[in-house]
Nanobody, 121 residues
Framework: VQLVESGGGEVQAGGSLRLSCAAS????????MGWFRQRPGKGREAVEE???????RYAESVKGRFTISKDNAKRILYLQMNNLQPEDSSMYYC?????????????????WGRGTQVTVS
């Protein structure tokens, strides 16, 4: 079972990026999936999550700018990020929780990817 993020990079303020999280060994429609971010010295912050019915929850800081989606057939979770700002600079992680939604970030059963860096200047 593995989650692999991609799509990060450097972008100027106001720009866009689309992150992808490829899942292997699991089916997305059975998991609560989420995107999180963590800056150096800070705790991990939930950005946006999507449950098994397709209902999403987002942080107020990304409202109207970020959109989570998933392709169950391709087993890919996406995060479309528009109008990026310097405060969005962070390492972004995807997570999968088979038992609960929102993702229970401190529980050992939660699956995490290794992250992809987003830098906005």
């Amino acid at each position: 079972v593995q989650l692999v993020e991609s799509g990060g990079g450097e972008v100027q303020a106001g720009g866009s990026l689309r992150l992808s999280c490829a899942a292997s060994g699991l089916t997305l429609d059975q998991y609560c999936m989420g995107w999180f971010r963590q800056r150096p010295g800070k705790g991990r912050e939930a950005v946006e999550e999507i449950d098994t019915s397709g209902t999403s929850r987002y942080a107020e800081s990304v409202k109207g700018r970020f959109t989570i989606s998933k392709d169950n057939a391709k087993r890919i979770l996406y995060l479309q990020m528009n109008n990026l700002q310097p405060e969005d600079s962070s390492m972004y992680y995807c997570a999968a929780d088979v038992y609960s939604c929102p993702v229970a970030v401190r529980q050992p059963h939660v699956l995490w990817g290794r992250g992809t860096q987003v830098t906005v200047s």
